[in-house]
């Protein structure tokens, strides 16, 4: 089976690991505060705080920003649960917007149109690896004093206008789950230039406290004060360690996702049935995921059947995402259903994610379109 996305560990990655196993430091050590200060270089901000997943860390971002009962973030209903679950354990209310029809990302005219008195931010998910329309974004946050928060769990190493995601919104939130571009197991970090953001994330991630343990020993106290509610979300120092040495790999994951991006590219330009999503562009684009859309309706097939026979033979095809506001839980908790997002709506039932990871060579690729047009040519002669 190729799947539609895998982790690459090496030697190195195991033996910094094993190296961290064999030191004072399981959590709360020099790793962390290595990886956050190598992860908060490479996006090009002051800080960066590491925290247990990418949810921790969207989570920890709604904390730092002051969300709270009531308060409304804007979201693309195009996105993982996450980004619309860490705003309802603040009890917050996610507002979903609908997508443009292109790209999949945030449309900033529906962001204008779904403001409220009660609206503090924007949430903004750069969807398969593609930096939204930030110069839009912000246009509208300082015209109606929102904050931007970007979740780019799939955009680590993506660039808008020459500028690294990370640095552009006020927050960033990345995540190193194995399918992601570099991982540590479970994982996820925010990215930001401002002190106050980020001595709540500290805070936040650690039980509410002032000081960590580590903090403690060196100063020989015991003394600390729960300010706030937090969580224990802390990150272990092994898991710092992968983080570290995989961040070393990140310029050639991204080269080998953009390589296989062009191949995929190459062999659907003259496929009239699928279409791959639009890059912008002042964009550097990161692939976390390849996407297509599917013309189903004049192929005559269903892409249940199409979906089925691929994963058949080998291929690791998946769909990213059903839109959020269709799922259950969102429809009885805020009342949302079809037709809020109609662009989404009607993107999710065209497309689908291709295999798109570092490791995979030019035999798994060739393999992937020589099935896929196989497959779409035995549908058409039906
Ligand atoms: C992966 C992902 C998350 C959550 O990250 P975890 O590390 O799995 O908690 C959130 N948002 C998006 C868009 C993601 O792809």
Not at 88 to 109: C, N
Not at 157 to 174: L, P, Q, S, W
């Amino acid at each position: 089976m190729i799947p539609y996305g895998r982790q690459y560990i090496d030697k190195s990655d195991i033996e910094a690991v094993v190296e961290v196993l064999q030191s004072d430091w399981l959590t709360t050590g020099p790793k962390v505060k290595e990886f956050e200060e190598s992860v908060a270089e490479y996006v090009g901000v002051k800080s960066a705080v590491a925290v247990s997943s990418g949810t921790a860390a969207l989570h920890s971002a709604m904390y730092a920003i002051g969300i709270g009962p009531g308060d409304e973030v804007l979201i693309p209903s195009m996105t993982f649960a996450a980004t619309a679950n860490c705003i309802v354990f603040q009890g917050g209310v996610p507002v979903f917007v609908d997508v443009e029809a292109d790209t999949l990302l945030i449309d900033p005219v529906e962001v204008e149109r779904k403001i409220t008195d009660r609206t503090k931010a924007i949430l903004a998910v750069d969807y398969a690896g593609q930096p939204c329309d930030y110069d839009r974004l912000q246009e509208i946050a300082d015209r109606r004093n929102l904050a931007i928060v970007t979740d780019g769990c799939h955009s680590l190493g993506a660039e808008y206008n020459g500028r690294k995601v990370g640095g552009i919104a006020d927050m960033t939130v990345f995540s190193f789950h194995p399918v992601k571009h570099i991982t540590t197991g479970e994982g996820g970090m925010v990215t930001t230039d401002n002190p106050e953001y980020e001595k709540r994330l500290r805070i936040f991630r650690n039980h509410g406290m002032t000081s960590d343990f580590r903090q403690r020993e060196e100063r020989g106290t015991w003394y600390y004060e729960i300010v706030d509610l937090g969580y224990n979300y802390r990150i272990t120092d092994f898991q710092c360690a992968l983080g570290l040495s995989q961040l070393q790999k990140l310029p050639d994951f991204l080269k080998r996702r953009r390589n296989l991006s062009e191949q995929y590219e190459e062999a659907f330009s003259s496929v009239r049935e699928i279409n791959p999503l639009d890059v912008k562009h002042n964009v550097n684009h990161a692939y976390h995921l390849y996407v297509i859309r599917v013309d189903f309706e004049s192929l005559g097939c269903e892409r249940a059947d199409i979906f089925q026979r691929l994963r058949e033979k080998g291929i690791g095809v998946n769909v990213h995402y059903i839109p959020l506001h269709l799922h259950s839980f969102y429809q009885k908790r805020f009342g949302t259903g079809r037709g809020l997002c109609p662009v989404a709506e009607e993107a999710y039932e065209a497309i689908m994610s291709l295999p798109m990871y570092p490791g995979m060579n030019d035999e798994d690729s060739n393999e992937v379109v020589t099935v896929l047009l196989g497959i779409l040519e035995e549908s058409r002669c039906r």
